[in-house]
Structure formats: C-alpha cells, structure tokens
C-alpha cells in the first residue's frame, strides 16, 4: 500500500515545527517551463543538448556569446510564463493566518529550497503585503541560483533585474530562436550598455554571467541548507524524485534524525515507497488539497 494517508499527512504537518520545502522541475512544468531534461522540449536549434553544453562555466569561458544567447531566450520564456497553484500553495505557508491553521507548532514559515530557477516562486508573491512579501522572500533559497540574477565577473557585482533583454544587441535581436554572431563587448556588461569607463563596484564595464549554478559548479548555498535539514522533522519534496541527488541526500538526512519524508510527484519513482508520505498526481492539483488551502488561495489570487 502507498504511504498517501491525507489526515496522517496533515497531523504530521501540524505538529512540525521545522519545516522545509525542496522543489524541482515539476512545480513549474504546468506553467510550461520546460526543463534540461525535458525529453519533450524540442526546439530545432537550442536542443536540450545545448541546455547541458551551454550550462557549464567552460562554455561559457569558450563561447560566451551563446550561453548568453541561449539564456537570453530563457528569460523570455520564465518571463512569459505565470506562476500556477502549486507555486501558490507552496506561497500561502509563509502567511501567518495560512501557518497558524494548518502548521500551528511551526517555529516559523517553512523554508523553500527551489532548485528552478525561473523565479516564479518570487513572482507568486505579487499580492501579498510588503510585510508578508519580505517573509516569504527570507524564506525562499534558490539553490541553484536565478535566471534574473546576474554576477559581474570582474567585480562581482550581484544583481537582479526582469528586463528581459540586458544589453542593447540582444534588445535588437529579431528572431531570438536563431543563434546571432555577437561581440563580447555587446554582451550585457556591468553597469549597463551606458558604462562610460568606471571601474567602481558594479560599474566596472566586466563581462556580466547568469547567477545560475551550472554543470561542474558547487551550489553555494549547500552548506547553508545542510545545516538547516538537521532541525528538520518534515521534509516536503514537489516536483521533484526524493531518490535523486540532491534530493534523495536531504531525504535520508531527515529521516536518519526522526523526521518525516512527504513526497509530491507526478509519478513513481525508484526507491520512492521509502517517503513516509506519497502524494502522486500533478503537483498544482495535490499541493492545495494536501495542504488544505484552496480556499486561501482563492481568497489571495481571485483572478487566478
Ligand atoms: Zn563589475
């Protein structure tokens, strides 16, 4: 028999005081955000296979300007796309009316470790108060970094920004699906397309990469969310296989320390009846359910 007790779930939920969420690919595949790995992401030119060449600092140190091209593409895509109800589900939790009903022994509002990184775990958070919206961003860890994020690979300089086209050239680029010959020097760069020469912080004219970590990167963040998984006793996986790195590792740390594993996937997995809770089914139909906030969510996204 499959561990997906609902009530059992939810006693387990609202007796947890520290809670953690890890999300993949699958929370965003209803807003059509195909993934590397998406044996249905087709496209003639920018193939997955270019999604696993393109993602590593080597490529990028070869052919910068077609790792940007490919993110560049990226961008308009997670800009196009909405967020959906899992996202929103997931969003409600860091609410202090949503926690206190359904978490109420909860020290705080779960942390969400998102390895997309498409940002619409941010972006779900347009409607709620500044207050609220600043607790739900402590509380969300884009492990593998964001598409909207850049780093400065002179000065370092981190920023985010949603417009969707970072230099004048690629602003200019008619069709985004054919790959373009583009200087080095019309590629996004630090201070923008009007650096006239500083070298200050952040103005330093530097080569701009995408803050994502890529192939043969170490996430910076891991250490960090280690040591959070250790006061962990309830342990959300959506979207994603709990018996896949990095997953499968967060899993069996929390269980090793007494503490409870729920899964939320479209389908089985290897090894996954070793999850103390197997919610099967798209994410954005079982997370409102499971969690019991449908109506929370109708109530703070009506036009949804
Ligand atoms: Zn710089």
Same mark, same amino acid.
């Given at each position: 028999?499959?561990?997906?007790?609902?009530?059992? $779930?939810?006693?387990?939920?609202?007796?947890?005081?520290?809670?953690?969420?890890? !999300?993949?690919?699958?929370?965003?595949?209803?807003?059509?955000?195909?993934?590397?790995?998406?044996?249905?992401?087709?496209?003639?030119?920018?193939?997955?296979?270019?999604?696993?060449?393109?993602?590593?600092?080597?490529?990028?140190?070869?052919?910068?300007?077609?790792?940007?091209? $490919?993110?560049?593409?990226?961008?308009?895509?997670?800009?196009? *796309?909405?967020?959906?109800?899992?996202?929103?589900?997931?969003?409600?939790?860091?609410?202090?009316?949503?926690?206190?009903?359904?978490?109420?022994?909860?020290?705080?509002?779960?942390?969400?470790?998102?390895?997309?990184?498409?940002?619409?775990?941010?972006?779900?958070?347009?409607?709620?108060?500044?207050?609220?919206? *600043?607790?739900?961003?402590?509380?969300?860890?884009?492990?593998?970094?964001?598409? $909207?994020?850049?780093?400065?690979?002179?000065?370092?300089?981190?920023?985010?920004?949603?417009?969707?086209?970072?230099?004048?050239?690629?602003?200019?680029?008619?069709?985004?699906?054919?790959?373009?010959?583009?200087?080095?020097?019309?590629?996004?760069?630090?201070?923008?397309?009007?650096?006239?020469?500083?070298?200050?912080?952040?103005?330093?004219?530097?080569?701009?990469?995408?803050?994502?970590?890529?192939?043969?990167?170490?996430?910076?963040?891991?250490?960090?969310?280690?040591?959070?998984?250790?006061?962990?006793?309830?342990?959300?996986?959506?979207?994603? !296989?709990?018996?896949?790195?990095?997953?499968?590792?967060?899993?069996?740390?929390?269980? *090793?320390?007494?503490?409870?594993?729920?899964?939320?996937?479209?389908?089985? *997995?290897?090894?996954?009846?070793?999850?103390? $809770?197997?919610?099967?089914?798209?994410?954005?139909?079982?997370?409102?359910?499971?969690?019991?906030?449908?109506?929370?969510?109708?109530?703070?996204?009506?036009?949804?």
């Amino acid at each position: 028999m499959l561990p997906s007790d609902k009530q059992a $779930f939810r006693q387990i939920l609202a007796s947890s005081k520290s809670i953690i969420i890890l !999300s993949g690919a699958g929370l965003s595949a209803a807003s059509g955000i195909p993934t590397y790995r998406d044996p249905n992401d087709s496209d003639a030119l920018w193939s997955k296979n270019d999604a696993m060449a393109y993602a590593t600092p080597q490529a990028f140190q070869k052919d910068p300007s077609s790792v940007w091209q $490919f993110y560049h593409r990226r961008r308009a895509l997670c800009l196009n *796309a909405k967020p959906n109800d899992a996202h929103r589900a997931l969003a409600t939790l860091s609410l202090p009316a949503v926690l206190s009903r359904v978490a109420p022994c909860a020290s705080s509002p779960p942390l969400h470790v998102a390895q997309n990184i498409d940002a619409l775990s941010l972006r779900v958070l347009e409607p709620f108060s500044s207050q609220d919206k *600043a607790t739900a961003e402590k509380c969300l860890l884009e492990m593998h970094g964001s598409i $909207f994020v850049t780093r400065c690979t002179s000065c370092q300089h981190i920023q985010r920004t949603y417009t969707p086209a970072l230099s004048s050239t690629l602003r200019n680029i008619e069709d985004i699906n054919t790959k373009h010959d583009i200087p080095i020097k019309e590629l996004p760069r630090c201070g923008g397309d009007a650096w006239a020469g500083s070298n200050r912080y952040g103005n330093c004219g530097g080569l701009l990469r995408p803050e994502v970590v890529w192939f043969n990167e170490v996430p910076p963040l891991m250490g960090e969310i280690a040591r959070k998984m250790n006061w962990c006793d309830l342990l959300l996986v959506v979207g994603t !296989s709990s018996t896949v790195y990095p997953a499968a590792g967060f899993a069996s740390q929390v269980k *090793a320390r007494g503490g409870k594993v729920a899964m939320f996937n479209a389908g089985r *997995a290897k090894g996954d009846e070793e999850a103390d $809770f197997l919610f099967l089914g798209n994410c954005e139909a079982t997370l409102p359910d499971i969690l019991d906030v449908k109506t929370d969510i109708a109530n703070m996204w009506p036009q949804a």
